[in-house]
């Protein structure tokens, strides 16, 4: 089964306006990742937030980590056409005290910016 | 540039055939994977190998087999007793546990 569950499914927004997706999860991690994916293409890593800090920061992308309630965000401000994409979130786990570095990805949130 | 490289973007399998996927990486790292991602769905493991000549078993690995004889190079073969092999099949690569992986740009594999 899955880890990460993501929220919501699809989003359609306008440009400019701002995109937050959501991914939960189950079990103790050792990092979050989340990647982008377009249409026919591999993915593309965005941001890795350790299980130690709860906000981080790259351009336009902030990503926020609640461990206690396994559960993270991650927000596109002033979204452009261009961040049409599929997202996805992915967990590092931790099983018996040992990471092992494999991760477990969601079933990702598509995202869809009108001009 | 460094990268990742697979072949072929399509590949087409009769019954009964066994295909071989190919995966490529200048990038100098240790690990290297397999995924397979169906429509609408999130991406599962095939098999990983963290260094030359050892490799696991992902959460789905039957029907299908690695090899890891160089650092660069990271075959997938899907054999005739995965029955339903129609998918995406994405490598990637990372220099080692809990780092970032980079992915190719994937194989769509269809059944003829």
């Known amino acids: 089964s899955q880890q990460g569950e993501e929220d919501p499914q699809a989003l359609s927004i306008q440009e400019g306006e701002n995109a937050t997706m959501n991914c939960s999860y189950k079990?103790?991690?050792?990092?979050l990742q989340w990647y982008r994916q377009n249409s026919g293409r591999g993915l593309v890593h965005l941001i890795l937030i350790r299980s130690n800090e709860r906000e981080k920061h790259s351009g336009r992308l902030r990503v926020t980590l609640d461990t206690s309630k396994k559960s993270s965000s991650l927000l596109i401000t002033a979204s452009r056409a261009a961040d049409t994409a599929s997202y996805f979130c992915?967990?590092?786990?931790?099983?018996?005290?040992?990471?092992?570095?494999?991760?477990?990805f969601g079933q990702g949130t598509i995202l869809t910016v009108h001009p | 540039d460094g990268g990742i490289t697979q072949s072929p973007k399509y590949l087409f399998r009769k019954e009964g055939q066994n295909v071989t996927l190919s995966c490529e990486q200048n990038l100098n790292h240790d690990a290297m994977y397999w995924y397979r991602q169906d429509p609408g769905q999130g991406l599962r493991l095939i098999y990983y190998?963290?260094?030359?000549?050892?490799?696991q078993k992902g959460d789905i690995a039957e029907g299908y087999s690695v090899s890891r004889e160089k650092k660069e190079s990271f075959p997938l073969t899907v054999t005739s007793a995965q029955k339903n092999p129609t998918a995406f099949y994405l490598c990637?690569?990372?220099?080692?546990?809990?780092?970032?992986?980079?992915f190719g740009d994937g194989t769509r594999l269809s059944i003829l």
């Open positions: 992915a967990t590092d786990l931790i099983a018996g005290g040992t990471s092992y570095g494999k991760l477990t």
């Open positions: 079990t103790s991690i050792n990092n």
């Open positions: 190998s963290q260094i030359v000549n050892d490799f």
């Open positions: 990637a690569s990372s220099p080692g546990q809990r780092t970032p992986q980079h």
